[in-house]
C-alpha cells in the first residue's frame, strides 16, 4: 500500500498480480478499483512513487523494479537478474529507489537504470541480521527484518547503520 503526493491511494494485490489504484471516494467495492497493471501472480512486492508521481513496483518473482505509466504502459528500471527483491523505496532527496535483497541492499537510478551495491553481505547488514522490508525516511533508510525481529535505521550520507534495536516478532 502506498499513497502518491496527492493522496490517492495504490494497491499490490499479490494473489491477482495486480497494480491497482482504489478510488476511496466510492464506498462499492466493485467500482472503487481501476487495475493499472497486471503482473504473474504471486510475484509483485512493493510500490514507491517519486516526486512527480512516477509509480515503481518490485517484482519477487524476477527481481526486477518496473515503471508504470499512467497509460498502463511498463518500463523495466532495473532489469531481472537480481536475487529475490524485498521492498522498495524512495529517497525524495535524490530521486533514488533503494531495494532489500537477502543479505545486501540496492541503488537504483530510475532514470538511467543503473544499480549499484550500496552494501554487499551474506546474511546480515550492517548489525542486522536478514533484513527484509525497507522504507525510505528523509535521506535514510528504515530497514527491517520480520525474521530477527530488528528495526535498524541506516544512514545513506555515512553508508552505516546509526540505530538497531529488537523488538518482539514480527516487525
Same mark, same amino acid.
Given at each position: 500500500?502506498?499513497?502518491?503526493?496527492?493522496? #490517492?491511494?495504490? =494497491? @499490490?494485490? @499479490?494473489?491477482?498480480?495486480?497494480?491497482?489504484? =482504489?478510488?476511496?471516494?466510492?464506498?462499492?467495492?466493485?467500482?472503487?478499483?481501476?487495475?493499472?497493471?497486471?503482473? !504473474?501472480? +504471486?510475484?509483485?512486492?512493493?510500490?514507491?512513487? #517519486?516526486?512527480? #508521481?512516477?509509480?515503481?513496483?518490485?517484482?519477487?518473482?524476477?527481481?526486477?523494479?518496473?515503471?508504470?505509466?499512467?497509460?498502463?504502459?511498463?518500463?523495466? =528500471?532495473?532489469? !531481472?537478474? /537480481?536475487?529475490?527483491?524485498?521492498?522498495? &523505496?524512495? =529517497?525524495?532527496?535524490?530521486?533514488?529507489?533503494? @531495494?532489500?535483497?537477502?543479505?545486501? *541492499?540496492?541503488?537504483?537510478?530510475?532514470?538511467?537504470?543503473? *544499480?549499484?551495491?550500496?552494501?554487499?553481505?551474506?546474511?546480515?547488514?550492517?548489525? /542486522?541480521?536478514?533484513?527484509?522490508?525497507?522504507? &525510505?525516511? #528523509? +535521506?535514510?533508510?528504515? *530497514? /527491517?527484518?520480520?525474521?530477527?525481529?530488528?528495526? /535498524?535505521?541506516?544512514?545513506?550520507?555515512?553508508?552505516?547503520?546509526?540505530?538497531?534495536?529488537?523488538?518482539?516478532?514480527?516487525?
Amino acid at each position: 500500500v502506498k499513497f502518491n503526493s496527492k493522496g #490517492d491511494l495504490y =494497491v @499490490t494485490d @499479490t494473489a491477482t498480480g495486480e497494480i491497482v489504484h =482504489v478510488d476511496s471516494n466510492i464506498r462499492d467495492t466493485d467500482k472503487n478499483r481501476k487495475v493499472l497493471a497486471k503482473f !504473474p501472480t +504471486n510475484s509483485i512486492d512493493n510500490l514507491a512513487f #517519486d516526486k512527480h #508521481d512516477r509509480l515503481y513496483v518490485s517484482s519477487t518473482s524476477d527481481a526486477a523494479v518496473t515503471e508504470i505509466y499512467s497509460s498502463g504502459k511498463l518500463r523495466t =528500471v532495473s532489469p !531481472p537478474g /537480481m536475487s529475490i527483491t524485498m521492498g522498495l &523505496a524512495l =529517497v525524495e532527496e535524490t530521486q533514488m529507489l533503494y @531495494t532489500l535483497h537477502p543479505g545486501a *541492499l540496492y541503488k537504483i537510478n530510475p532514470q538511467t537504470s543503473e *544499480l549499484e551495491t550500496i552494501v554487499r553481505s551474506a546474511v546480515t547488514l550492517g548489525p /542486522m541480521a536478514e533484513p527484509t522490508s525497507v522504507v &525510505a525516511w #528523509d +535521506n535514510k533508510l528504515i *530497514l /527491517m527484518s520480520a525474521t530477527s525481529g530488528t528495526l /535498524m535505521v541506516w544512514n545513506l550520507d555515512e553508508q552505516m547503520a546509526e540505530l538497531a534495536t529488537t523488538f518482539g516478532f514480527p516487525v
